[in-house]
């Protein structure tokens, strides 16, 4: 039983992300998606909003399980007996932010390994912070957000 513990912040969460979610999720026995708390960051949506999100979408997939976590994630996947953590690469410049932090858990938590899992071409290029940007601007983001997202996005904004 190999567990995988995909953290982020997801604020909101992308098609992006459910893309690296799903495969993740043919890979490993369970994966478990954390959410990273409040704390230190500025996010549009709170933990419970982000952590009813993702609920909803891994809501058919049995192999997912959907928490918040505060503090290290290293410690976090240690407490769930997670073997590795998943993250997605889009483009180089994901890289560097992305070795430096994988070489700082290896260095925490030597036994779980960092698996890095390509973004695909048509989400290559969303991010949340853009997909904010173009919903607050009424950009149409249909294309890279779930239909719930799309409208607590509007919500948020205040949209209609
Ligand atoms: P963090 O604040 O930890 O970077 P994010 O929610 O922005 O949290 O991202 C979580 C993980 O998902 C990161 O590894 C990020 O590179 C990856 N990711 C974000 N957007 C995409 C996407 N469109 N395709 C693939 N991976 C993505």
Request: no cysteine.
């Amino acid at each position: 039983m190999i567990k995988a513990v995909y953290p982020g912040t997801f604020d909101p969460v992308t098609n992006g992300h459910l893309d690296i979610l799903t495969r993740a999720a043919e890979l490993f026995d369970e994966v478990i998606v954390a959410i990273a708390d409040d704390n230190n960051k500025e996010t549009l949506f709170t933990s419970a909003e982000r952590l009813a999100l993702l609920q909803t979408e891994a809501a058919g997939n049995p192999k997912i399980k959907v928490m918040v976590f505060s503090g290290l994630t290293v410690e976090f996947a240690r407490r769930q007996g997670a073997r590795a953590l998943i993250r997605g690469l889009r483009a180089m410049s994901d890289y560097e932010y992305e070795l430096q932090l994988a070489m700082m858990n290896k260095k925490f938590a030597p036994e779980i390994e960092t698996v890095f899992l390509m973004a695909q071409v048509e989400y290559s290029f969303v991010s949340s912070s853009a997909i904010k940007w173009a919903s607050s601007l009424r950009g149409r983001i249909e294309d890279f957000v779930p239909a719930q997202v799309e409208r607590a996005l509007r919500e948020k904004y205040r949209l209609s």
